[in-house]
T-cell receptor, first 111, second 115 residues
Framework: GESVGLHLPTLSVQEGDNSIINCAYSNSASDYFIWYKQESGKGPQFIIDIRSNMDKRQGQRVTVLLNKTVKHLSLQIAATQPGDSAVYFCAEEPGAQKLVFGQGTRLTINP | GAVVSQHPSWVICKSGTSVKIECRSLDFQATTMFWYRQFPKQSLMLMAT?????????EQGVEKDKFLINHASLTLSTLTVTSAHPEDSSFYIC???????????FGSGTRLTVV
């Protein structure tokens, strides 16, 4: 299979602060990217997506940045809340119709 | 919005038996469905891609005779784990898409425990 992660990196932030989660993708042919949030025991939940013809996209409290030159994706969460605690995955669509997931980052919000 | 229903949410089976997991798209036609496996504290690993009415395409390293996938209609795909063993214990997640450009909708996952 593809993109099997090892142990999840973690990020701890104070409630109310901004969070930045980074992701490096592998396939230069990827033209569509999605960020997902996964809570324990549940399936991934769509947060925001971006196509390769853009370098920034904003949603409600979230922003995705895409740097195709260095194959880097980031998710910014503004004013983090306790409910934002979860594991966050980036996923890429490498040309063909399928999604390949990145390693994931566990976000912990401290009160 | 698009909804994908996955059942069962959890199952415990004895070693050597087979288990079937269902994935249904409730309000759209899923031309393509995907099956993922996720071990604790790891990412989702794509196992296979299935298109309605045709054989599934398995990712490298995934045993097609062990993980049988059927996508007989535009709203239903099933994954059968045959002759399950404890090492098959994992979280299995399906995803459905109405086609390229239509996005991906995920099921809620199935926790399989083989004893």
């Amino acid at each position: 299979g593809e993109s099997v992660g090892l142990h999840l990196p973690t990020l701890s932030v104070q409630e109310g602060d901004n969070s930045i989660i980074n992701c490096a993708y592998s396939n230069s042919a990827s033209d569509y990217f999605i960020w997902y949030k996964q809570e324990s025991g549940k399936g991934p939940q769509f947060i925001i997506d971006i196509r390769s013809n853009m370098d920034k996209r904003q949603g409600q409290r979230v922003t995705v940045l895409l740097n195709k030159t260095v194959k880097h994706l980031s998710l910014q969460i503004a004013a983090t809340q306790p409910g934002d605690s979860a594991v966050y995955f980036c996923a890429e669509e490498p040309g063909a119709q399928k999604l390949v997931f990145g390693q994931g980052t566990r976000l912990t919000i401290n009160p | 919005g698009a909804v994908v229903s996955q059942h069962p949410s959890w199952v415990i089976c004895k070693s050597g038996t087979s288990v079937k997991i269902e994935c249904r798209s409730l309000d759209f036609q899923a031309t393509t469905m995907f099956w993922y496996r996720q071990f604790p504290k790891q990412s989702l690993m794509l196992m296979a891609t299935s298109n309605e009415g045709s054989k599934a395409t398995y990712e490298q390293g995934v045993e097609k005779d062990k993980f049988l996938i059927n996508h007989a209609s535009l709203t239903l795909s099933t994954l059968t784990v045959t002759s399950a063993h404890p090492e098959d214990s994992s979280f299995y997640i399906c995803s459905a898409s109405g086609g390229k450009g239509y996005g991906y909708t995920f099921g809620s996952g199935t926790r399989l425990t083989v004893v």
